[in-house]
């Protein structure tokens, strides 16, 4: 899911977050988001949902469905 690597990253990083601090507001490990930063794992249908809210913005964009 190369499109919601590139797009947590670029959401966490304008608004300066810190990994660590994204995963603990998400309450997953830090691990897990350097690998969907890193696209060595993909998230869960839950996770993307999770990361979507925490984000404000929609499943599909973080999925590259929409812009």
């Known amino acids: 899911m190369k499109a919601f690597s590139e797009r947590l990253m670029e959401l966490r990083k304008e ?38 809210r925490y984000f404000n913005v929609s499943a599909d964009y973080l999925l590259g469905l929409s812009d």
């Open 15 to 52: 608004r300066g977050l810190s990994q660590a601090t994204v995963a603990k507001d998400l309450g997953v490990s830090l691990g897990i988001v350097c690998y969907w930063e890193t696209n060595k794992s993909d998230p869960t249908a839950s996770n993307i949902a999770k990361v979507a």
